[in-house]
Every structure is written in structure tokens, then in C-alpha cells.
């Protein structure tokens, strides 16, 4: 991920809908991709990994989708709920490295 | 069923005053971290021990310490807390080293300078 300034992307969806949320990063080496949620207060929270041999992998209600090509990374959240209201981050990570590297978080706000 | 457990939730400190901040985890990890996060920015990685190997991130100031007496336990020191270190500080814990291993965390001290 590409962790750059204070300002805070945000994502405004309605209830029911469905939210995307995008992140790119710039290594090309990165073979581990993570999304976790971290809700006002709270400490990040996992969702959902996926590796770079795949290029898409489902969990329960959101499915998170690799582009290598473009070094891009997305969350999908179906029907999405009040209670996915929350700073989505994206991070990566290589096997020759010992930390992950977290992006700019996406505020996501769920209206009625 | 917590597995990572940061206490206290919330800590007040005076500018100057030394605290110290406690994790444990009960997932038997090999790897714990500390992060520091200010508002509406992504977790900064502090320092992280593998067993009782300490590494220190380059830009760490060195008011940042930590000490890990055992496998369940990680101490985050400040020694000269000042108005910049307010922050949540996050725990967080790994299998592995965190390349390609998911991460753990606990649930944050929220640490205020006065």
C-alpha cells in the first residue's frame, strides 16, 4: 500500500448497496495482500487475504479482487450495512520482508 | 476469547512523565509489534521482536523502547512522553514475520499527553 498524507479518502454508499473500495501499491515484488476494518476506536480488525496466484477470492459478503498488471487492489462489500461503517485498509507484503506495508485508509460511511 | 489484550484502553500521561503500555496474547506467536497510529492515518510500524530478537524501525525515536520478558508479553516504554506521541498504539502479533503472514492486533491504547 502507499500510506501518503492526512487527507482520508471516503466512501459514501447507501444501505443495501454495494461498496468498492480501491488500493494500489507499488511493489512489484508484493505477494500477500490483506484488507483489515478498523472501526472508530477499535484496533484494525482482519477481513480478508488473497495471494498473488489468485486473483480472486470471496469470504462472506465481500470479495476482495487482484490486478498485478496495474499493482491494484480492491474490496467488495455486498448489501452493504450500517455496521460496515468503518476505515478500510489495504497492506501488502513479500516473503523477503518482515512487515507489511499498510496504504491509505478509505473512510467508508453507510447511510439510510 | 480475546487473543490479543492491550491495557489500559485509555492512558493519561503528563508531558515529561514516563508510561509504559502492556500487550499480551495468549495465540502462542512468535512475532509482536508495536504501531503507532495518529488520527485518519495508517498504523506506523515502531519496532517488532521475533522471539527475543528486537528490531527497531529506522525512524523510531529513540523515546520509543520496548522490553519482552516472555512469549505472551510486550512492553511499550515512552520515556519523555511529549504533546507529538499522543496516539493510538496498537499491538499486533504474527505467526511469522509479517511479509506475507496476517497480523493480530489488539484493540489499542489511546495514549493523551497533557
Known amino acids: 500500500g502507499e500510506s501518503v498524507g492526512l487527507h482520508l479518502p471516503t466512501l459514501s454508499v447507501q444501505e443495501g448497496d454495494n461498496s468498492i473500495i480501491n488500493c494500489a501499491y507499488s511493489?512489484?515484488?508484493?505477494?500477500?495482500f490483506i484488507w483489515y476494518k478498523q472501526e472508530s476506536g477499535k484496533g484494525p480488525q482482519f477481513i480478508i487475504d488473497?495471494?498473488?496466484?489468485?486473483d480472486k477470492r470471496q469470504g462472506q459478503r465481500v470479495t476482495v479482487l487482484l490486478n498485478k498488471t496495474v499493482k491494484h487492489l480492491s474490496l467488495q462489500i455486498a448489501a452493504t450495512q450500517p455496521g460496515d461503517s468503518a476505515v478500510y485498509f489495504c497492506?501488502?507484503?513479500?516473503?523477503?520482508?518482515?512487515?507489511?506495508?499498510f496504504g491509505t485508509g478509505t473512510r467508508l460511511q453507510v447511510f439510510p | 476469547d480475546a487473543m490479543v489484550i492491550q491495557n489500559p484502553r485509555y492512558q493519561v500521561t503528563q508531558f515529561g512523565k514516563p508510561v509504559t503500555l502492556s500487550c499480551s496474547q495468549t495465540l502462542n506467536h512468535n512475532v509482536m509489534y508495536w504501531y503507532q497510529q495518529k488520527s485518519s492515518q495508517a498504523p506506523k510500524l515502531l519496532f517488532h521482536y521475533y522471539d527475543k530478537d528486537f528490531n527497531n524501525e529506522a525512524d523510531t525515536p529513540d523515546n520509543f523502547q520496548s522490553r519482552r520478558p516472555n512469549t505472551s508479553f510486550c512492553f511499550l516504554d515512552i520515556r519523555s512522553p511529549g504533546l507529538g506521541d499522543a496516539a493510538m498504539y496498537l499491538c499486533?502479533?504474527?505467526?511469522?514475520?509479517?511479509?506475507?503472514?496476517?497480523?493480530?492486533f489488539g484493540s489499542g491504547t489511546q495514549l493523551s499527553v497533557l
Open positions: 497492506a501488502d507484503g513479500d516473503g523477503n520482508t518482515d512487515k507489511l506495508i
Open positions: 499486533a502479533t504474527s505467526r511469522d514475520l509479517s511479509g506475507n503472514e496476517k497480523l493480530f
Open positions: 488473497i495471494r498473488s496466484n489468485m
Open positions: 511493489n512489484s515484488a508484493s505477494d500477500y
